[in-house]
């Protein structure tokens, strides 16, 4: 009997882990507006330290201190932006300065 | 729209898009591991639902700004 009805227990105990993943995600607003999702987002990343902390104390050995990087990827992409467009827009005048210099130094060999 | 409320809607656009594909990544392994004995299309479907639904509240977040909202009236010919 036990035989009969492990099956069903098993596809059972895994309907209950998808079901509570899928719900879990739904509850905490991850799979709905933009709004609702960088609340979530806020709200883990508030979370974090906290909960590493405990796990920290309950193992006994202490994480090293993360560096702190001053990169900022949204600088370092607008000052990419900014030169890629200032140099496209200077290219004109710095393509026949050069011309005009490589003329100049042509006719000066010839003289 | 102006320049700062475009800035913060791609701004929460692309938060939502790291949240969503991560939700999206997690339930695929999840549901691939539960039902699918591990085998990678769920996880890569899962990823990209999650993608789907931040492109399409992206979508409809830029467009909000000039959605029409009018009531619609049905006339009849007599």
Redesign the interface.
Known sequence: MAAKILPVVKFATKVTIAGGALYVAYDSGLLGDSKEGSVTLGRAKAAIPPAVEEWMKYFGFELPATPKIEFSPLDAWNSGVQKSIHALSVTPSTVSDYTKQGLQYVKDLTK | MSEKELGQKWD??L??C???FG?GL??GI??SV??FKRRTWPIVFGTGLGLG??YS??QN?LRSRYVLHSKYFSFEQK
């Open positions: 929460r656009c938060a939502d790291a949240v969503k939700t997690g339930l999840v549901f539960v039902f639904m931040a509240n992206c977040d």
